[in-house]
């Protein structure tokens, strides 16, 4: 018996140790070939993701990129990023290489964080979910649809520093930022206004941007299991949400147009056919994470980088109280106001190179293919990183100085600033995203000027950039 038992044992360990020899070999396969780019893919299975990681999280991403670029090569190297052999693109070429090739030579990819907080992902391609969502946004985001919505902006901006920032001493610009483009993101989406309702939505969705790019441990207690239960627990939201409409709209009591969700109901793919409701809540859930966590990072950064610089301040200030000496009392921002805000959207602009929100993004080798003498395998993961652009003195003379006439006349090169990213998965909500930052940026100046409260506070990324302390400021309202 005893040797029946030693011959189960031995069984068990060799199954074990073939399993674990089969898994790494298959592992280290994919890092193999000819004529790869230089560079390295450090330790098996991590690789450099942890510094990668750590980079970000000690407030200077761009350190990782510059690194590499000095070391092996300023347009391309390899690395290993999420336990995948990983070919990172750098500088404008690399942009316009990976834009321009989008669904020929590369396509979207994702981690398996993203797919475990949004099942349906996993149940069509990238291609055909990029076509099917591209052909619906823009009837929704284009800038012609998007002018009967800024008085809409206008109205919650006010409801927004009425409640969050009049009558007081300091506040924390993080929070409260993300609190108005998630609030502005629940009305012009699913046509949620009322702040007890969009308060409800506001803790979970807060815990999926910090497990949707998390470590994919899928354990009690973890961001990504958190990210789960509570993209769950949106998700059945919006179900009811998404069937309440198909009634009002059925007996005419909603509009085709009111927001992004009517559209989604009454679009048909060629064959005449609906998406399903459980695909349109993971949309609609991607959409409004997409549509308020990077702008809210955008708009604090906007308010620390004029804190930090008077005369810039006072540029925007003047701009702005300009258009608001033309309002009559009570009139709410329109199109022509925001074409005038043209400084202000400078200002942005700069702040989105030096502190841009998103950061870079995946892309997978569709097949085996060459670039600037390289050899990239089919099954790569290729990134693009902002940083190896934004604050490269190639392409930004002087890259740390904040200089909003970088973007006067027709500003920098092709495929230089890519705050939005480029190609056909150009981010659909850039236009959105200006108009909610300028009408940001015009309340808030309009009635306050601020100070700092901590002049060294850390900045981290993880996965945007933001104060690690939430950017206290000390309020000043402009007397009357």
């Not at 400084?343 to 989105?352: M, Q, R």
């Not at 929100?357 to 089919?378: H, V, W």
Request: aromatic content about 14%.
């Amino acid at each position: 018996m005893e040797h029946f038992y030693l011959s189960i044992l031995l069984f068990f360990v060799s199954f074990i140790t073939l399993s674990l020899f089969f898994v790494f070999y298959r592992h280290l396969s994919h890092f193999r070939g000819t004529n790869l780019p230089p560079g390295r893919f450090g330790l098996p299975f991590i690789g450099e993701t942890l510094e990668f990681l750590a980079d970000g999280w000690k407030g200077y991403p761009e350190k990782f990129f510059f690194e590499r670029m000095s070391k092996y090569s300023s347009e391309i190297f390899k690395t290993s990023i999420l336990a995948e052999p990983t070919a990172v693109f750098c500088g404008a070429a690399g942009n316009k290489f990976l834009f321009s090739n989008e669904n020929k030579l590369v396509t979207a990819w994702w981690p398996d964080s993203v797919n475990k907080v949004f099942p349906s992902s996993l149940q069509t391609s990238s291609q055909e979910e990029a076509r099917r969502m591209r052909k619906m946004l823009p009837n929704f985001l284009k800038p012609e649809a998007l002018q009967r919505y800024i008085g809409i902006m206008d109205h919650i901006a006010q409801r927004h520093f009425a409640m969050g920032w009049e009558n007081k001493d300091e506040v924390e610009v993080f929070p409260l930022a993300k609190r108005f483009t998630f609030w502005l993101a629940c009305r012009l989406f699913v046509s949620v206004e009322d702040p007890d309702h969009v308060a409800k939505f506001a803790d979970p969705f807060n815990e999926i941007a910090s497990g949707i790019f998390s470590v994919p441990i899928d354990l009690p207690g973890t961001p990504l299991n958190r990210a789960k239960h509570a993209s769950n627990f949106i998700r059945k939201e919006l179900g009811a949400i998404i069937k309440q409409r198909k009634i009002d709209l059925a007996d005419g009591t909603a509009s085709p147009t009111q927001d992004i969700l009517s559209h989604m109901l009454l679009a048909t793919d060629e064959d005449g056919k609906h998406m399903n409701e459980l695909d349109i809540a993971d949309k609609i859930l991607g959409l409004l994470i997409g549509g308020h966590d990077t702008a809210s990072a955008a708009c604090t950064f906007i308010v620390k980088y004029l804190a930090e610089l008077p005369h810039i301040y006072q540029g925007v200030y003047e701009e702005q109280m300009e258009i608001a000496r033309s309002k009559a009392p009570g009139e709410l921002l329109n199109w022509d106001d925001l074409q005038k805000m043209k400084y202000s959207w400078n200002v942005a602009c700069e702040v989105l190179r030096l502190a841009s929100p998103l950061q870079g993004a995946f892309r997978e080798a569709l097949t085996d293919f060459m670039f600037n003498g390289f050899s990239i395998p089919k099954g790569w993961k290729l990134y693009w990183s902002a940083h190896s652009t934004h604050r490269s003195p190639d392409y930004f003379p002087d890259p740390e100085k904040f200089d909003p006439s970088r973007f006067d006349g027709k500003g920098p090169a092709p495929y230089t600033f890519v705050p939005f990213g480029g190609g056909p998965r150009m981010c659909p909500g850039k236009e959105y995203a200006r108009l909610e930052i300028l009408v940001f940026m015009y309340n808030l100046v309009k009635r306050f000027r601020w100070e700092k409260v901590l002049p060294d506070e850390k900045i981290i990324v993880n996965p945007m950039p933001m104060p690690a302390k939430g950017l206290p400021v000390r309020l000043y309202p402009h007397k009357a």
